[in-house]
């Protein structure tokens, strides 16, 4: 099969196209001929590397995919050749206290594909059977593979561990990113004012067009912390969702008493202080999560078929220019998600 692997870390350059022998499914597991794959910041990271990264190289990136299934294991029922699936990329082994607790996402021997474990950027994948799920009639592959990671990881956040409600008030630190995208359009489903803070009226607009309320461009408002204080007349957002990291001392001044922080990630970079007095003095909580469970994913995906959730669809490369795709990814040129067709 064609496929995008890598055999050391580095810049976009050392992805190769190239021959890769097609994968066996094994028992429980699907061979996915995939359609389209799609981008996430994960893929540089990982393409990047950092301390202590172990990978059975070469590696194959991606995340996100959807396709058909072209074959299956032993002991997989249920599915049949042909049918179109995308794919749920938290791999868990099923039987321990988390997944046993429908808790799949904090599993002990949980992976990320493409992270830890060969990924999407290919013709062909064998995955779990309980990593696939099924795509309705007229909803095409490349949205569906779009939809998944992004929509999957702000459902767990704001919904799961959140328990965001009607009526409450969210703050997006960020108006682009697959994520804060996903974030903003949930957060109005669920009945929440949706406020926006975001750089340049192009993100802005796009964060606009996906439901937000209040936008504020921090490239003109510094102090945007205030400017959300006065918006929501000096009580603060209930809900703070920030994956930037280093935007923590305005996320909390943003809050309100009782506020809800929460993170994924930390665009930001790891390392930044907070002045602890915001945090028991406003009564904050700060929840992080990452990814979702399978409950998640099929409660989101459904409502990404039924045209509740939008997805918003940057460029498409064919798999061979996968380089050129992260590259764009990386100088963050892009509007929404970037994907690549396969085959
Ligand atoms: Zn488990």
């Given at each position: 099969m064609k496929t995008v692997l890598f055999h050391n870390h580095g810049s976009?350059?050392?992805l190769q196209y190239t021959d890769f022998p097609t994968p066996e499914p094994g028992e429980g597991q699907v061979l996915v001929k995939l359609e389209s794959a799609a981008l996430n910041r994960v893929d540089l990271w990982t393409r990047n590397g950092w301390p202590g990264i172990k990978l059975e190289y070469p590696h194959i990136p991606g995340s996100d995919g959807a396709g058909t299934v072209a074959g299956l294991g032993a002991y997989v029922s249920g599915w049949s050749i042909g049918d179109r699936v995308v794919i749920n990329s938290n791999l868990s082994c099923g039987h321990c206290p988390a997944c046993i607790a429908g808790q799949d996402n904090r599993c002990r021997e949980w992976h990320l594909l493409g992270e830890t474990v060969r990924g999407t950027y290919a013709e062909y994948i064998t995955i779990p059977a309980a990593n696939i799920y099924r795509i309705p009639e007229g909803f095409e592959p490349r949205q569906a593979a779009a939809a998944a990671l992004v929509f999957h990881t702000a459902w767990h956040s704001l919904i799961t561990r959140a328990g965001l409600k009607p009526g409450e008030s969210v703050l997006v630190?960020?108006?682009?990113?697959g994520v804060n995208i996903a974030s903003i359009q949930i957060a109005k489903l669920a009945g929440a004012t949706v406020y926006v803070v975001g750089s340049g009226p192009e993100k802005l607009r796009l964060a606009e067009s996906v439901g937000a309320d209040y936008l504020i461009d921090r490239s003109m408002e510094e102090n945007w912390s205030k400017t959300v204080y006065n918006l929501t007349s000096k009580r603060g957002v209930d809900v703070v969702v920030d994956?930037?990291?280093?935007t923590f001392p305005s996320s909390f001044r943003a809050a309100g008493k009782g506020g809800r922080i929460l993170t994924v990630g930390n665009s930001g970079g790891p390392k930044f202080e907070i002045d602890n007095r915001f945090i028991f003095s406003k009564h904050l909580s700060i929840l992080g999560s990452s990814m979702g469970t399978r409950a998640d994913f099929a409660t989101v995906m459904d409502l990404v078929f039924a045209g509740k959730l939008k997805v918003i669809l940057d460029r498409d490369y064919p798999l061979a220019d996968a380089g050129s795709a992260q590259e764009r990814l990386e100088k963050g040129e892009q509007l929404g998600k970037i994907t690549l067709s396969i085959g």
């Open positions: 976009a350059e050392v630190v960020g108006a682009s990113g994956n930037v990291g280093t």
